[in-house]
């Protein structure tokens, strides 16, 4: 008996990054780090084998050395199969095909061989920069049940918002009769997801072609979708109706992070029936100290804080020294904030060393924007960093 599996999953996290500037300046975008405990990459990982999907290709490409130790052999995942798992599929120079991933297209053409030896019957094609809780067994079986094609998962978006995504155009049944990608005048709400199931026959026809087309920029948005569409297949769009984020930029990271605040979050990450798996350091527990303060914030294992955290989120072993105040921020793991420090409406990286009595943000009202530190930066004393500022290379010296 030949050994197969229904779907096999393709995992995009192979993109620069660049509207997180400081914050992938070293590592891709996936590997950032999320919600104190986790990183981008565990939220498709989880969903992926909570929805019984245990066979995964992530398709890394810029600075993958820290995803790539983050993943290692996907145990924590209960990805560590011998048929199947997770597996990096790194470009590679192959006897007629280019080295470097050219587009999402090309980047699941280049790893036809990989999905091929599982023989499946459907490719879940997933992208490994959004947050967000979903069963993918269920969007299969759509796609099975309306004999499919290719489906497209896709969410409600606020018409002011409709003109920055991909718009699906759909019948009454659910079946797309047009695709417009950032449209000026949208004529729907209905956003593309970046998640896609294809029947692999189609799929491998598609890609085929594609790579044989010296015109085609080999991306699913912009060519594999549109040239699918025109030539009649039946495309159906999957509504999805849980939370969602796009935390492509700084905005939307922050935004994602301060959704888990509050006794009732908007995203709630300690759900036990849909758990977020994630490669959690080992460190002891948090130590709050006389006299700290803290209010509404998720501050993780390994944690000392002897001044006053508000509104924030603290990832593991982050020291806050007596007098230094965080408010309304993101502090990632492994950083020093000194004494009398003050840290407000920003992101730091990990592995940073604020001075004592820096100040680095400012209020949200102030309109200057979120202030971001790359990691493993020093901040020295004193040193001013105004709302909005990003530093990612240079040791800010004091009064600046």
Known sequence: ???????????????????????????????????????????????????????????????????????????????????????????????????????????????????????????????????????????????????????????????EEASRFGILNTNEDGSIYEFEEKPKKPKSTLASMGIYVFSREKLQKYLQEDSEDPKSSNDFGKDILPKMLANGEKMMAYEFEGYWKDVGTIDSLYEANMDLLGDNPKFDVGDTSWKIQSRSPLAPPQYIGEGAKTDNSIIMSGCEIYGSVENSVLASDVIVKKGAVIKNSIIMGDVVVDEDAVIEYSIIDENVTIGKGAKIGEPKENGKGIAVVGRNINVNSSAVIEGGKIVDKELIKGGN
């Open 1 to 159: 008996m030949v050994r197969k599996k229904k779907c096999v999953a393709m995992l995009l996290a192979g993109g620069q990054g660049s509207r997180l500037y400081a914050l992938t300046t070293n590592i891709a975008k996936p590997a950032v780090s999320f919600g104190g405990k986790y990183r981008i990459i565990d939220f498709p990982l989880s969903n992926c084998i909570n929805s019984g999907i245990d066979t995964v290709g992530v398709l890394t490409q810029y600075q993958p050395l820290i995803l790539n130790s983050y993943i290692g052999n996907g145990q924590p995942w209960d990805l560590d199969r011998n048929f199947g798992g997770v597996r990096i599929l790194p470009p590679y120079q192959g006897k007629n095909s280019s080295d470097w991933y050219k587009g999402t297209a090309n980047a699941i053409y280049q790893n036809l061989r990989f999905i091929n030896q599982f023989n499946p019957d459907y490719v879940l094609i997933l992208s490994g920069d959004h947050i967000y809780k979903m069963n993918y067994s269920l969007m299969i079986n759509y796609h099975i049940l309306n004999n499919a094609d290719c489906t497209i998962a896709a969410i409600n978006v606020p018409m």
